[in-house]
């Protein structure tokens, strides 16, 4: 006997990297399917023969991501210090700072599944473990800091992961 779930569904590859992916996950047939958000992502900047490329959406909301992530760990490494140093009245401000970089690196991440067209069930379901796990460690005041910090890095890897999966076969870092 076979389960729904047991059945293979019919397979196409990712335009960009030609991982395989589930006909579901791609989408129409008239659409560009891409594995991860990164892909499609990636897809969409236009490099010329020189290696360069012109900023366009794509570019910059990838930029808003790593921004707000850096920022994030920053606000951390400082409050860490801060905390050490026995400065707790400027470690809790920064503390609700750094809550703030969270939900904005969050929000941001799923803005760019959204505006490249790669949110799918499992985006969504990673998406909202990743909220939960964030609700649960601020409201019982559990070290948010890195925690908040882990769960992002962990959600940005996963809308990301063909890239790195490139990279390391590759040996090294990928050129964009």
Known sequence: ?????????????????????????????SQPSF????????????VDANGNFPINAHLLR????????F????????????????RLVTAKRLSKVDLILAVAVWVSILVVQKCEH????????????????????VLRD????PTLAA?????????????FRRAAENGSVEKV
Request: charged share 10%.
């Open 1 to 29: 006997m076979t389960w729904w779930w047991m059945t293979r569904l019919p397979a196409s590859s990712c335009q960009r990297c030609g991982v395989r992916i589930s006909t579901a996950a791609a989408g129409s047939v």
């Open 35 to 46: 594995c991860s958000c990164g892909c499609a992502a990636l897809a969409r900047i236009p």
């Open 62 to 69: 990838l930029i808003l991501v790593g921004a707000l992530y």
């Open 71 to 86: 920022n994030q760990l920053l606000v951390w490494a400082v409050s860490s210090v801060l905390i050490h140093q026995e």
């Open 118 to 137: 790669v949110f799918r069930r499992k985006d969504l379901a990673l998406a909202l473990l990743s909220a939960v796990i964030m609700a649960t460690v």
């Open 142 to 145: 559990l070290s948010p800091l």
């Open 151 to 163: 769960v992002n890095a962990a959600l940005l890897i996963w809308n990301f992961r063909s890239v």
